[in-house]
C-alpha cells in the first residue's frame, strides 16, 4: 500500500482546504491550475471543457501563453478526433487517471496530425490527466503536460487521489456560481420593482442584502450594517419584537410594518420568516408624486393631475374646483385611470400613485 511522505500529506491537505473553500468556477480554475505544481511537477497544465460531438475545444492553462500560437484552438479543435483521452472518456465516461502513453507508444503518438501541428509546436511528449463532472458530449479535463519525462505511477496515484475531492469541489464551485448568478438575477428583479431586501439568519445576523437596501438603511437608520452584524436600531429591535411576539404564549396580533419617516419620504419594512433565516422586504414610499411619472404610466396630464389630488385624499367636488373641472368630469376621468391602471376603486389607484410611481 503506497504512502506519503509527511511533507506530501501536509501539501496535499492545504491543497484540499483550498480547493474546498467558497470559490466560484472561474476561481476554483486559477487556483487548481497554480496549486497542483505543488504535488506534481509539470510543465505546462490546463482546464479544458471539450465538447466531443461539435470537437470545439476552450481552454485556460499555465503558462498563460504556453499554447498562444497562431490558430492554435482551431488546430486542436480540427485534430480532436485523434486525441485518445478525450475520445476514451467521452465514449466511457471513465473516472480513472490516465496518460497518453496508455493507449498509444510515443511512435504512434508522433505519428499523429495532433501531435505534428499541435503538442510538438508546445513541446509536449507526455501528457495526463483527470476528469471532472459534466453531461455528453462535453469532457471536462485538467490536463498536466511534459516535454520529458514521463508521468510516473507515484504522480498518476496522487493525482488518482486527488481526483473525487477535484470532482467535488468542482461541483461546490459550479452550484456557488450558479447562486450568485441567480442572487444577481434576483437582485436585479428587486431593484427594478422598486424594492429591496434584507436576508437575516434566526440570530438577526446579516446575510445579505440588495445593495437598495444597504442604501435606504443608511439614510434611514444612520447606520450600514456590515456582514456579520445586525441591522441598526431601531430595525433591528423592531425585528427582535416581531420575534418575540411569535415565542410567547398567546396568539399574537398582526404584525405591524416598520416605519419610519424622512423629509416627506417614509421607509416601510415587512418581516417575512422561514425555518432558517428571516427576510426583511424594504419599500420607500413618497408624499411626492410626480406627473411625468404617472403619465408613463398611459395616463393623459389631466388625468395624472386628477389622480394625484385623488391620492392625496381629496373628493371628486374638491378636484373638480382644484382643476377647475365639473365633478362629473373628474367621475369620467376617474373611469378612464381605473381602466388604465387595472384597479377597481379609488383605494386601489390611490395606493399606485403612492406605492412606487413617483420613483
Not at 491537505?13 to 480547493?19: D, G, I, Q
Not at 478525450?86 to 493507449?103: E, M, P, W
Request: glycine share 4%; hydrophobic share 40%; with cysteine.
Amino acid at each position: 500500500m503506497r504512502r506519503l511522505a509527511a511533507a506530501d500529506v501536509a501539501k496535499l491537505l492545504e491543497f484540499l482546504r483550498t480547493s474546498y473553500a467558497t470559490l466560484d468556477r472561474s476561481a476554483f480554475r486559477t487556483h487548481v491550475l497554480s496549486a497542483l505544481r505543488q504535488l506534481i511537477p509539470y510543465d505546462i497544465i490546463a482546464y479544458n471543457e471539450v465538447n466531443a460531438r461539435t470537437n470545439q475545444i476552450t481552454w485556460l492553462c499555465e503558462p498563460a501563453d504556453a499554447l498562444d500560437f497562431p490558430d492554435s484552438t482551431q488546430i486542436f479543435s480540427r485534430h480532436i478526433p485523434e486525441h485518445p483521452l478525450i475520445g476514451h472518456y467521452a465514449r466511457t465516461n471513465d473516472d480513472q487517471v490516465l496518460k497518453i502513453s496508455d493507449f498509444l507508444t510515443r511512435t504512434q503518438f508522433h505519428r499523429l496530425g495532433l501531435y505534428t501541428e499541435f503538442y510538438r509546436r508546445a513541446r509536449v511528449e507526455h501528457q495526463m490527466a483527470c476528469v471532472l463532472p459534466a453531461p455528453p458530449p462535453l469532457v471536462i479535463g485538467i490536463t498536466l503536460n511534459r516535454t520529458r519525462p514521463d508521468f510516473t505511477e507515484r504522480d498518476r496515484w496522487l493525482l488518482q487521489l486527488l481526483s473525487p475531492h477535484l470532482a467535488q469541489a468542482f461541483q461546490n464551485a459550479c452550484i456557488v456560481t450558479r447562486t450568485l448568478d441567480e442572487m444577481t438575477l434576483f437582485s436585479r428583479a428587486l431593484e427594478e420593482s422598486g424594492h429591496a431586501i434584507v436576508v437575516l439568519t434566526r440570530e438577526r445576523c446579516v446575510r445579505w442584502m440588495s445593495s437598495r437596501a444597504g442604501l435606504w438603511i443608511t439614510k434611514y437608520c444612520a447606520g450600514f450594517p456590515r456582514r456579520g452584524r445586525r441591522l441598526p436600531e431601531p430595525l433591528d429591535g423592531w425585528v427582535r419584537h416581531q420575534q418575540a411576539l411569535l415565542a410567547g404564549a398567546t396568539v399574537p396580533p398582526p404584525r405591524v410594518p416598520f416605519v419610519v419617516e424622512r423629509a416627506g419620504a417614509r421607509l416601510v419594512a415587512r418581516l417575512c420568516s422561514g425555518s432558517e433565516q428571516l427576510l426583511v422586504l424594504l419599500e420607500e414610499q413618497s408624499d411626492t408624486i410626480r406627473l411625468p411619472a404617472l403619465q408613463e404610466l398611459g395616463l393623459t396630464r389631466r388625468e395624472a393631475e386628477v389622480l394625484t389630488w385623488l391620492a392625496r385624499g381629496k373628493t371628486n367636488s374638491e378636484i373638480g374646483k382644484i382643476v377647475e373641472m365639473s365633478a362629473r368630469t373628474v367621475e369620467k376621468h376617474l373611469e378612464h385611470i381605473f381602466q388604465k391602471l387595472g384597479v377597481e376603486n379609488r383605494t386601489a389607484a390611490a395606493r399606485c400613485a403612492l406605492q412606487g410611481y413617483w420613483r
